[in-house]
């Protein structure tokens, strides 16, 4: 069949062409003019076993097309026979063509009516006849939809024949309208067939009316047919139904893809300012880090080292600027800083050779908890909440609850030291927010756009907009110009504890300044190697007596302490992590 009016005219191309009442001389060979007069069944004979339809059209001017069909069955018709109306085929990308049939009665050559059953589908309907035999029944019906005005012509285009249910030797189509045609067409055989009909004329040189012939019509097999009037001959009568499919949906227009472009544009330039704020840290790092790129002592009372971190940064400050959370081995940083500080002892209970260990921690009492940090306050008050002794084992929900208060006032200290405009935690949170829900709005308008319009690559864009921020959320929160400077020194310090020499420090004065190391080595995850020197030099400096901050069982000694203080962070790390507010950082 025929793909609605564009290939109607298509059709209509290869057509002749009719002028001044002209027969058109443009057919191909196959369609060559016939005498409307000459049948392949002589016209008042059907021999037996043989079936022919004479469908008589005629056009109204108001756009109705009125049908009648003599079925002519030689030697009587079947129990039933069935005949196809199209009623919806496609018309361009984006619509179908609808037909609206009516008022559709059957009666026998005698009068007496035929039942009509009919199915209607999506785009066909069936009409079963109740024929019981008779030789001739006849069909009328009505059909909307038919006309429609293209350029400076008006057409009517039907499927006079959608289907038969048994082979119809002959099919002849006679259209009448207001006005003469001007040009037709028609196309037989199977569904979407491009084949022309038998024969086509326009009645000789009156050209009054259009007729059709096509032969040998086998089962299912259609007949299409289009003539051309001159616009104004009737009202155009098209009906036309949006379709929808994946192709259409997401077609990409001009529209679509300025929207498309424009938010790229958009995208890209949020990228690159993303990109050049977050550059501060690699210019800072060329230019600052060598400034701390030493040991981190300073001459103290009496001609003694001290020790003097960069920008007097403690652990916990240390490993937050870096990630811009406030994690894990920040927390667990923070206890072992605050014992080789004095504010804490960590002792290693003692315990069978592969049998679990635990630490009891104490708290000292040492003067000056009221100038730590209020993140080190807190987290102090957090471990010794039930007294000042406790064992790692039995730190439970409490301290957790507690945690999560440690880490707020770490996020907080960022923004008091102006390393950060705003706290990278909720910065953070809050654009992922944003991403997600730009995301999902994203993913309900691109279907919203999808059923109703063709837009829907530009809803597209929205998806992956909410995409990108989500994913660029993590990167959004950028540290200030003064916050690149400290990462820089701290980086510079870090270069230095990973390659510094023990000989840089007076033998004296090793154990305590190696401590204040420690966890700044935990930060940089290098704790191993810091406590292998520490142990060294403990056993040089106490002769073999331990460290001032960490004891061990009985049978211990500083060998044992690389281990030890290993297998401490770790346990420590665990408790945390198994804390709710560590389970998900953010």
Same mark, same amino acid.
């Given at each position: 069949?025929m793909t609605g009016?564009?290939a109607?005219?298509a059709l209509?191309?290869?057509? +002749?062409?009719?002028?001044s009442?002209?027969?058109l001389a443009?057919?191909? +060979?196959?369609?060559a003019?016939?005498?409307?007069?000459? $049948?392949t069944i002589q016209?008042?004979?059907?021999?037996d076993?043989?079936?022919?339809n004479? !469908?008589s059209l005629r056009?109204?001017d108001?756009?109705?097309?009125h049908?009648?069909?003599?079925?002519t069955?030689g030697?009587?018709?079947?129990?039933e026979?069935?005949?196809?109306?199209?009623?919806?085929e496609p018309?361009?990308t984006?619509?179908?063509?609808l037909y609206?049939?009516?008022?559709?009665?059957a009666q026998?050559?005698?009068?007496?009516?035929v039942?009509i #059953?009919v199915d209607?589908?999506?785009a066909?309907?069936?009409?079963?006849?109740?024929?019981?035999g008779?030789?001739?029944v006849i069909?009328?019906?009505r059909?909307?939809g038919t006309?429609s005005?293209?350029g400076?012509?008006?057409e009517?285009?039907w499927?006079a024949?959608?289907?038969y249910s048994d082979?119809?030797?002959?099919t002849t189509v006679?259209?009448?309208?207001?006005?003469p045609?001007?040009a037709?067409?028609?196309?037989?055989?199977?569904p979407?067939?491009?084949?022309?009909c038998t024969?086509?004329d326009?009645?000789?040189?009156?050209?009054?009316?259009?007729r059709?012939l096509? #032969?040998?019509?086998d089962?299912?097999q259609s007949?299409?047919?289009?003539?051309?009037?001159p616009?104004?001959?009737a009202?155009?009568?098209?009906?036309?139904?949006?379709t929808w499919?994946l192709?259409?949906?997401f077609?990409?227009?001009? +529209?679509?893809?300025?929207?498309?472009?424009l938010l790229?544009v958009v995208?890209v330039g949020?990228?690159v300012l993303?990109? =050049?704020?977050?550059?501060r840290?690699?210019?800072?790092?060329?230019?600052?880090?060598?400034?701390?790129?030493?040991?981190?002592v300073?001459?103290?009372?009496g001609?003694n080292?001290?020790?003097?971190?960069?920008?007097?940064?403690?652990?916990?400050?240390?490993?937050?600027l870096i990630?811009?959370q406030?994690d894990?081995?920040?927390i667990?940083?923070t206890v072992?800083?605050? +014992?080789?500080?004095?504010?804490?002892?960590i002792e290693?209970?003692?315990h /069978?050779? $592969?049998?679990s260990v635990? =630490?009891l921690?104490t708290?000292?009492?040492?003067?000056g908890e009221?100038a730590?940090l209020? &993140?080190?306050r807190l987290?102090?008050?957090?471990l010794?909440q039930?007294?000042?002794?406790?064992?790692l084992?039995?730190?439970?929900e409490?301290f957790?609850d507690?945690?999560?208060?440690?880490r707020?006032?770490?996020?907080?200290?960022?923004v008091r030291?102006?390393?950060?405009?705003?706290?990278?935690n909720r910065?953070?949170?809050?654009?992922?927010?944003?991403?997600?829900?730009l995301t999902?709005l994203?993913g309900?308008?691109t279907?919203?756009?999808?059923?109703f319009?063709h837009?829907a690559?530009?809803?597209?864009?929205?998806?992956?907009?909410?995409a990108?921020v989500?994913?660029g959320?993590? &990167?959004?929160p950028?540290?200030?110009?003064?916050?690149?400077a400290v990462f820089?020194?701290?980086?510079?310090f870090?270069?230095?504890l990973?390659?510094?020499r023990?000989?840089? !420090?007076?033998?004296d004065?090793?154990?305590h300044?190696f401590s204040?190391y420690?966890?700044? /080595? !935990?930060?940089?995850?290098?704790?191993?190697?810091?406590?292998?020197?520490?142990?060294a030099?403990? /056993?040089?400096?106490?002769h073999g007596?331990?460290?001032? =901050? &960490?004891h061990?069982?009985q049978d211990w000694?500083?060998?044992?302490?690389a281990d030890s203080?290993?297998?401490?962070?770790?346990?420590?790390?665990?408790?945390i992590?198994?804390t709710r507010?560590f389970?998900?950082l953010?």
């Amino acid at each position: 069949m025929m793909t609605g009016t564009t290939a109607g005219t298509a059709l209509l191309g290869v057509a +002749a062409i009719a002028s001044s009442g002209v027969l058109l001389a443009a057919l191909p +060979a196959s369609a060559a003019s016939h005498d409307p007069q000459t $049948h392949t069944i002589q016209q008042g004979t059907v021999p037996d076993g043989q079936t022919v339809n004479e !469908i008589s059209l005629r056009l109204d001017d108001g756009g109705v097309l009125h049908a009648q069909e003599r079925i002519t069955f030689g030697g009587g018709g079947p129990a039933e026979f069935t005949r196809t109306f199209e009623l919806r085929e496609p018309y361009d990308t984006d619509h179908d063509r609808l037909y609206e049939v009516t008022d559709l009665t059957a009666q026998s050559g005698d009068g007496r009516p035929v039942e009509i #059953t009919v199915d209607e589908g999506a785009a066909t309907m069936d009409a079963r006849l109740d024929v019981a035999g008779a030789e001739v029944v006849i069909v009328d019906y009505r059909v909307e939809g038919t006309v429609s005005e293209v350029g400076n012509r008006l057409e009517l285009e039907w499927t006079a024949v959608g289907g038969y249910s048994d082979f119809v030797e002959e099919t002849t189509v006679v259209v009448d309208a207001p006005a003469p045609p001007q040009a037709l067409s028609c196309a037989a055989g199977e569904p979407f067939s491009s084949i022309y009909c038998t024969s086509s004329d326009m009645g000789g040189p009156q050209a009054l009316v259009a007729r059709f012939l096509q #032969t040998d019509l086998d089962v299912g097999q259609s007949l299409d047919i289009v003539v051309s009037y001159p616009r104004g001959s009737a009202p155009s009568t098209l009906i036309l139904d949006r379709t929808w499919s994946l192709t259409s949906a997401f077609a990409i227009t001009p +529209a679509t893809a300025g929207v498309f472009g424009l938010l790229l544009v958009v995208l890209v330039g949020g990228l690159v300012l993303l990109i =050049w704020v977050r550059g501060r840290d690699e210019r800072a790092l060329r230019s600052e880090a060598r400034k701390a790129d030493h040991a981190p002592v300073e001459p103290g009372v009496g001609g003694n080292l001290r020790f003097h971190p960069p920008d007097n940064v403690h652990p916990g400050q240390i490993g937050t600027l870096i990630d811009e959370q406030a994690d894990v081995v920040d927390i667990t940083a923070t206890v072992v800083d605050l +014992a080789v500080r004095g504010y804490l002892r960590i002792e290693e209970l003692p315990h /069978a050779r $592969h049998a679990s260990v635990d =630490w009891l921690l104490t708290r000292t009492g040492q003067r000056g908890e009221d100038a730590l940090l209020p &993140y080190e306050r807190l987290l102090l008050g957090a471990l010794f909440q039930r007294g000042d002794r406790v064992r790692l084992s039995e730190l439970g929900e409490g301290f957790a609850d507690r945690l999560a208060e440690v880490r707020e006032e770490l996020y907080r200290d960022m923004v008091r030291l102006k390393w950060f405009a705003r706290r990278p935690n909720r910065e953070r949170n809050q654009w992922t927010t944003v991403g997600i829900a730009l995301t999902l709005l994203g993913g309900v308008v691109t279907v919203l756009l999808a059923v109703f319009t063709h837009a829907a690559f530009t809803g597209l864009a929205l998806v992956l907009a909410g995409a990108a921020v989500t994913v660029g959320a993590q &990167y959004v929160p950028a540290k200030t110009k003064l916050g690149s400077a400290v990462f820089a020194h701290v980086a510079g310090f870090r270069a230095y504890l990973l390659r510094a020499r023990v000989n840089d !420090i007076p033998s004296d004065r090793r154990v305590h300044l190696f401590s204040r190391y420690l966890p700044y /080595a !935990i930060i940089f995850d290098n704790v191993e190697h810091w406590a292998r020197i520490l142990a060294a030099a403990g /056993a040089e400096e106490s002769h073999g007596r331990g460290l001032f =901050w &960490y004891h061990g069982p009985q049978d211990w000694d500083l060998d044992d302490f690389a281990d030890s203080i290993k297998a401490f962070t770790l346990t420590l790390s665990g408790v945390i992590s198994n804390t709710r507010q560590f389970r998900a950082l953010g």
